[in-house]
């Protein structure tokens, strides 16, 4: 019988810093309207694909919940089938849990709501809309550095802004204000990159005047303002000179908040410890990474390791080791993870990784031999057949096999049967991996032919074959959240109404209890 635990056990882990990954087993959208403060989205019907590198030590204490879907008893099976041992459920689910801490709504909320008390504690400096854009029209000798992704800054930014993203503001800040005298304005999104990357550059003690855009492009667009769409100006990596620079001003810092530099002897001691987890996160930007990297580091690029570390790193009370080659990046993202609440050292960058370094593998899920993938000639023969489309809503809207339905992970089942056809069932995905995951349950409560497309829709196009764009929705869309602060079109009020409630996040820490978050305030004798 799976044990169960309480939300007082739960939260008493966060508090005393245990390790411990809380698992949202719904989906998205759900999970977006309101869970616990370390809660991870993992949609039962993606346990295999999204867990293991969440959580890669199989002995790590795992709790599942849900909202009363019934999910948490197929989720239980499908984690202990992937090699987990400490499984429980949370009892009383959701409803449960609120009734003894804050739940919050969105994503990435730990980073969203660390970065509205950095602001409450340090008044990191900032500027309206309105200010900024009469602030850059009288004054040349400014620069604008977009915090965001690149990706996220070539779909819109603010006049004369520049992609840097944030984990590479500290690195590059020399290389793009290379006057005291120029001043410097941070944007992003929303707020939370802007915030921490003003006061990154704030807490270096440079001699440039710097100031956050207030509420990013959502308030430019929110003032009746224009943007601009499709830039591609980056700041460029930094000079030897204005490295060396950079590193000395993030050294004073990361010398004052704390950070520890660990050698390769240190790294190996960490990783040797099997009562822990251990993430190893190479910070650099990911071009970098891709032409080099040391052994067992994933990419994590530090502005978006701050602003998203949910997507990373899914054990609270885990460690973590950062890397980079500069000495500068990974010191400052280790900076704001310590004030996070996590255990983060930084590797010299001077030292090797040791070759024999032990890392811990996540589990793999591999499909079942048997004879239920068919490829695309296969699936063209089949007479009467519904293709069923198991891709995130977005990426089925954009295009899909011709005739097939969108169908919610989760309520595949339930959906399934009121599908009036009596011809085989056809599962499908962007790559088929989902849908293989997710064939052996269909099989078994399904009383018709069940396959999945082996390769998935990428297969189909690969094939030759086009896609179709008219949608059939055997489920509700709600597997992913509609963020208000990415991309076009977003509504005013859902902008607005997202503003509103990141200014109340520091209140529902301050009720909750449960962060062990700590700003660090700037040196009296700096």
Not at 131 to 159: H, Q
Not at 219 to 229: A, M, R, S, V
Not at 284 to 289: G, I, K, L, T, V
Not at 375 to 387: G, I, K, Q
Request: glycine share 8%; proline share 6%.
């Amino acid at each position: 019988m799976i044990k169960s635990i309480t939300a007082q056990e739960l939260r008493r882990h966060w508090i005393n810093r245990q390790e411990i990954a809380l698992l949202d087993v719904r989906e998205e959208g759900p999970y977006s309207d309101a869970h616990p403060l370390f809660a991870l989205s993992v949609p039962v019907s993606e346990i295999e694909l999204l867990l293991p590198p969440l959580v890669p030590r199989l002995a790590t204490p795992i709790v599942v919940y849900d909202d009363g879907e019934d999910y948490v008893d197929r989720a239980v099976t499908r984690i202990i089938a992937l090699g987990y041992h400490d499984v429980a459920i949370l009892k009383g689910g959701l409803a449960g849990y609120a009734r003894m801490g804050e739940v919050y709504r969105d994503v990435n909320v730990p980073s969203k709501a660390f970065g509205e008390l950095v602001e409450s504690i340090r008044h990191t400096p900032s500027l309206s809309a309105r200010e900024v854009k009469t602030f850059l029209d009288g004054e040349k000798n400014a620069v604008v550095l977009d915090a965001r992704r690149f990706e996220e800054y070539s779909t819109m930014s603010i006049p004369r802004g520049r992609s840097c993203p944030g984990g590479e503001l500290a690195y590059r800040i020399f290389e793009a204000a290379p006057s005291p005298d120029t001043a410097v304005i941070v944007n992003c999104a929303g707020r939370t990159r802007s915030i921490v990357g003003t006061q990154s550059l704030v807490n270096l003690g440079i001699p440039n005047k710097v100031m956050a855009l207030r509420n990013g492009t959502i308030g430019w667009k929110l003032e009746g303002l224009e943007l601009e769409h499709h830039k591609t100006e980056r700041v460029p990596l930094p000079s030897p000179e204005t490295s060396r620079k950079a590193r000395q001003h993030v050294d004073a810092w990361a010398q004052h908040v704390g950070v520890p530099i660990i050698d390769g002897e240190q790294l190996s001691k960490l990783a040797a410890e099997k009562q822990r987890t251990l993430y190893l996160l190479d910070v650099r930007d990911p071009s970098e990474y891709a032409a080099g990297h040391s052994k067992g580091f994933i990419n994590a690029p530090g502005g978006q390791l701050v602003q998203a570390t949910d997507e990373w790193v899914g054990v609270r009370g885990a460690r973590i080791v950062l890397s980079d080659t500069d000495g500068v990046r990974a010191r400052m993202t280790g900076s704001w993870l310590l004030q996070l609440g996590w255990e983060v050292y930084v590797l010299d960058e001077q030292c090797k990784v040791p070759e024999n370094l032990l890392t811990i593998d996540p589990p793999i899920w591999h499909a079942k031999p048997n004879a239920t993938a068919i490829a695309v000639d296969e699936l063209r023969a089949l007479s009467n057949a519904s293709v069923v489309d198991l891709a995130r809503s977005p990426v089925y809207r954009r295009g899909h096999i011709p005739g097939a339905f969108f169908a919610s992970g989760p309520e595949l089942i339930r959906d399934l049967r009121a599908l009036r056809r009596t011809g085989p069932i056809v599962l499908t995905s962007s790559n088929g991996t989902v849908a293989a995951l997710n064939v052996g349950d269909v099989q078994k409560d399904i009383s018709r032919d069940v396959f999945y497309l082996s390769g998935g829709t990428e297969a189909w196009i690969s094939a030759g074959h086009a896609l179709e764009t008219e949608t059939r929705w055997l489920s509700q869309p709600i597997d992913v959240y509609k963020r208000p602060y990415e991309g076009t079109g977003n509504a005013r009020e859902a902008m607005q109404g997202y503003l509103d409630w990141e200014y109340g996040l520091v209140g529902q820490l301050a009720n909750d209890g449960v962060s062990n978050f700590h700003v660090v305030r700037e040196s009296s004798t700096r």
